[in-house]
């Protein structure tokens, strides 16, 4: 099987030896996305404006694979504090579509740049 990187302005890119995404047949890994504005680097302030931000990043390196959030079937999600759990669980309920993906949270200690939210997905392409 072939792999094939994935990259797009649209969304941040990789700040180190990985890429935004590689597909892989009909699926297509996405690296984790927090929150940093492509275009100005800076990230908004607060778990909702991040994580809106984490969501069009991700859109973007999706739309770059040849996928939308309906082709997603599987997201890690990951938050600074669990206790921004509802906030986060709000906003990514309006990016992703019925049925929504397989999807495991956790908190973790620390996340890069000081973010509150960082998600990764896999999706696949040609679903039938």
Do not use: H
Not at 66 to 88: E, Q
Request: proline letters at 5%; glycine letters at 8%.
């Amino acid at each position: 099987m072939t792999r094939r990187a994935v990259s797009t302005s649209a969304a941040p890119g990789a700040a180190g030896p990985y890429s935004q995404a590689i597909e892989a047949g009909d699926f297509v890994f996405c690296a984790g996305q927090i929150g940093r504005d492509a275009a100005s680097g800076s990230m908004p302030d607060g778990v909702e404006a991040q994580t809106e931000q984490v969501l069009r990043n991700l859109a973007a390196v999706l739309d770059a694979a040849g996928c939308t959030f309906a082709d997603v079937v599987k997201t890690t999600c990951f938050l600074a504090d669990i206790n921004d759990f509802a906030t986060f669980n709000e906003v990514y309920g309006r990016f992703m579509t019925d049925p929504p993906p397989a999807r495991s949270t956790f908190q973790v200690a620390a996340l890069p740049m000081g973010a509150r939210v960082e998600i990764e997905a896999i999706a696949i392409r040609n679903r039938t």
